[in-house]
């Protein structure tokens, strides 16, 4: 296939745009920059400290050879940027605790925030350089997500590895300070390493997914500067990307692209908090029966059955009705329920060990659950909003029936958390990793990010 220049296509349009936007970020943009990297830390240092995560770092370890600089969250261990990464980035995912872009279907944090660190950490970059590359990240993640779903991720592929990987590229192009052409390459190469099935939820793969586009990202952005080239337009065409991986159902780019150099993503999306580590797909349903047992007085044993209808989409995802690991429970909408029942709150990380998910009162109100698909929760055209709406109905054995909808959990730009709420997931990550004296300085420290000289001095922290 001839390499022909290609300035209107999908691939410089959002190059042109990484490259030359302006720095010049508003204070409600940087704020929600900073909350991502406050919580994708805490979770990243959380789930540093799960045995399988622990035995993954070894390995990659091994590989490394132990000569790096980059900060290894958790582990006080450093290895060289893109291994770092790819450690950074899979203890992220690891708990599905980290945040949800909704128009790319992807958790965009555990990719962005372990990339530009490890990538920052060796080029002693500032705070407000690392807020302005996740800006300029994400905007790729969300555009790509926007113009190849809903297709893209209903084929099967797992967005946070596919998209996520471009998305680093962009970021790490954008600290590396690359022109529109190095920046152009770099994403066309991470279109070579962007891959990642769906398949693999419920299994260490999936968190590893993370990992792995974070470290393609660096070493796309590296080797771009360093003159690798690659296809001009590897995103559109006969063999390009989104005729690949999501055939002829793709929106395509030609409405988005009209939205660079306007409102931002970070403006217009936003992410998700999740304030329970489990599938995404879950919140709704959980929110939803939290609410109706605050709402409502009845006993476990007054419930004939609780109906869940969610969409097709979800449904896939969440494919483990009877959980036999802590990693499938993640996505079991059964379990995860049965424990907002049976505690009257959602799940937290002490309900995903081994022990707790064989639990015999929990496995008891499994079959209380009644899940079906409902082709009118899907949402249409190009993923403005994941198609995650949900129907609950607790059917009581009185005959009462009591209803509740969900469309925006607490967490989601439109239902957002507070600074307390985020303090409490912050301490509940980080305390019994770091201690109580390092976990608040840093608090202290990603509290005041932007005005951080030499992002070392944070990582000196991890």
């Not at 869940?308 to 036999?324: F, G, K, T």
């Not at 409490?424 to 004296?437: N, S, Y």
Request: glycine share 8%; with cysteine.
């Amino acid at each position: 296939m001839e390499n022909t220049p290609q300035p209107s296509g999908a691939t410089f349009r959002l190059s042109e745009w990484c490259a030359n936007v302006p720095a010049q970020w508003s204070k409600a943009e940087l704020g929600s920059a900073s909350i991502a990297f406050i919580d994708t830390i805490a979770v990243m240092l959380a789930g540093s400290s799960q045995p399988a995560q622990q035995d993954f770092s070894e390995a990659v370890l091994a590989l490394d050879g132990g000569n790096g600089k980059a900060t290894v969250a958790g582990r006080s261990l450093a290895a060289s940027v893109p291994w770092a990464a790819m450690i950074n980035g899979c203890a992220a995912h690891q708990l599905d605790f980290d945040d949800v872009l909704d128009p790319s279907m992807s958790h965009p944090s555990a990719v962005l925030v372990p990339a530009i660190l490890a990538l920052a950490q060796s080029r002693a970059n500032s705070g407000k350089d690392c807020l302005d590359a996740y800006i300029v990240g994400l905007e790729v993640l969300a555009r790509l997500g926007e113009a190849m779903n809903l297709a893209h991720y209903s084929n099967g592929w797992h967005a946070t590895s596919t998209l996520g990987a471009m998305a680093a590229a962009a970021a790490c192009s954008r600290l590396l300070r690359l022109d529109v052409r190095r920046t152009q390459m770099a994403i066309s190469l991470a279109s070579s390493m962007a891959g990642g099935s769906k398949c693999q939820f419920g299994t260490f793969a999936k968190p590893m997914h993370a990992g792995m586009a974070a470290k393609n990202g660096i070493i796309s952005a590296h080797l771009s500067s360093m003159g690798t080239d690659a296809i001009e337009e590897p995103l559109e065409g006969p063999w390009g990307y989104i005729a690949l991986t999501c055939g002829s159902e793709a929106p395509g780019f030609a409405r988005v692209l009209q939205k660079l150099g306007k409102q931002s993503a970070m403006e217009e999306h936003g992410v998700s908090i999740k304030l329970y580590p489990c599938c995404n797909s879950t919140h709704r349903p959980i929110d939803a029966l939290l609410a109706v047992l605050a709402q409502h007085a009845f006993a476990i044993e007054d419930i004939a059955r609780i109906e869940v209808h969610i969409s097709e989409i979800a449904a896939r995802n969440l494919r483990y009705s009877r959980p036999e690991t802590p990693a499938q429970a993640r996505f079991s909408l059964e379990y995860c329920l049965a424990i907002a029942l049976r505690q009257r709150n959602g799940p937290g990380p002490a309900d995903f060990t081994p022990h707790a998910v064989l639990d015999t009162e929990v496995q008891s109100l499994l079959p209380l659950m009644d899940i079906r698909t409902d082709p009118e929760l899907a949402m249409p055209g190009s993923a403005g909003e994941a198609p995650h709406r949900i129907h609950l109905t607790v059917h009581l054995k009185d005959g009462r029936k009591i209803d509740q909808r969900m469309e925006h959990p607490l967490g989601h730009p439109k239902n957002p958390v507070g600074q307390d709420t985020l303090r409490r997931k912050f301490d509940a990550c980080v305390k019994d990793v770091l201690g109580e004296d390092k976990a608040d300085s840093l608090w202290r420290q990603l509290s005041a990010l932007e005005q951080q000289q030499d992002i070392n001095t944070l990582m000196a922290l991890l």
